[in-house]
T-cell receptor, first 111, second 113 residues
């Protein structure tokens, strides 16, 4: 069935770039998403990419999509301590609007 | 401001009790969802509703029930049949936009004593 995989933890120094990776299985996904979750809160959409795109940039965020390898990445430039959170990759896999989420990557930014 | 409101934020339950988590949205969204979040497992879909008076089971519906009598409201009942109910529960809604962005509430943390 459909599956989305992420590594669970990433630790970086403040000012460095962070790269969070995700693999997915459903080649028919229309959109792929990155959500951010602050401690004890709900998720907020960071950015999304349409499946016919290779890259999308939005300020400090760069999303790369490799459809052949079913690999999605999120790069955060000049990572700040406020970027510490859990980041979820998600894909839409049918017409119903349901999303399949990865396990989430906990990003820790050290000063 | 428009958004999704979940209540209560924290809830404690004794074994054998049913509890109902509230989810209200004023975004005029047709679709609403309930997810369960456990550490290291991401979000798993419990139930979803694409229109009033209709809802479908998600991947882990056993031990849960929902209703959708109003567009704005999608309450979730955690029944005594749910064997491991301690978790963080997230409600979400989405509109008709092509990108199908989900808007989430702040979550409800249920602890079974």
């Amino acid at each position: 069935g459909e599956d989305v995989e992420q590594s669970l933890f990433l630790s970086v120094r403040e000012g460095d770039s962070s790269v969070i990776n995700c693999t997915y299985t459903d080649s028919s996904s229309t959109y792929l998403y990155w959500y951010k979750q602050e401690p004890g809160a709900g998720l907020q959409l960071l950015t999304y990419i349409f499946s016919n795109m290779d890259m999308k940039q939005d300020q400090r965020l760069t999303v790369l999509l490799n459809k052949k390898d079913k690999h999605l990445s999120l790069r955060i430039a000049d990572t700040q301590t406020g970027d510490s959170a859990i980041y979820f990759c998600a894909e839409s896999y049918n017409q119903g609007g349901k999303l399949i989420f990865g396990q989430g990557t906990e990003l820790s930014v050290k000063p | 401001d428009g958004g999704i409101t979940q209540s209560p934020k924290y809830l404690f339950r004794k074994e054998g009790q049913n509890v109902t988590l509230s989810c209200e949205q004023n975004l005029n969204h047709d679709a609403m969802y309930w997810y369960r979040q456990d550490p290291g497992q991401g979000l798993r879909l419990i139930y979803y509703s694409q229109i009033v008076n209709d809802f479908q089971k998600g991947d882990i519906a056993e031990g849960y029930s929902v209703s959708r009598e109003k567009k704005e409201s999608f309450p979730l009942t955690v029944t005594s049949a749910q064997k491991n109910p301690t978790a963080f529960y997230l409600c979400a809604s989405s509109g008709q936009g092509r990108e199908r962005e989900l808007f989430f509430g702040e979550g409800s943390r249920l602890t079974v004593l």
